[in-house]
């Protein structure tokens, strides 16, 4: 019995340093309330796009709705995240499913 106990306590513990690893996107939205421009000049300061990543990025968003603008562990998008919608552009993170 002592072999499928110690099984267990190694799933867990995989199970944790797994969810702690998962990459993650940082979603912008479209809205009819920012310009282009200040869409771009966001991705730029914010998430240290180049002019031409970022205007690529602001003509998906305004065509398709929403776009991942940036991939990475949720620690180093939050508080991306979180200096965008202080800019009043709607953002989210979310998980990357395999």
Not at 33 to 53: M, P, R, Y
Request: glycine share 6%; proline share 3%; hydrophobic share 40%.
């Amino acid at each position: 019995m002592k072999g499928p106990q110690t099984n267990t306590k190694f799933n867990e513990d995989l199970d944790v340093l797994t969810a702690s690893e998962e990459v993650c996107t940082l979603i912008i939205w479209n809205d009819e309330v920012n310009s282009f421009q200040w869409v771009i000049e966001t991705l730029i300061d914010i998430c240290g796009h180049s002019e031409q990543q970022a205007e690529q990025c602001a003509l998906i968003i305004h065509h398709k709705g929403k776009y991942a603008v940036k991939e990475g562990p949720y620690e180093i998008l939050k508080p991306m995240c979180d200096a965008i919608t202080e800019r009043g552009i709607g953002a989210t993170i979310e998980m990357v499913t395999a």
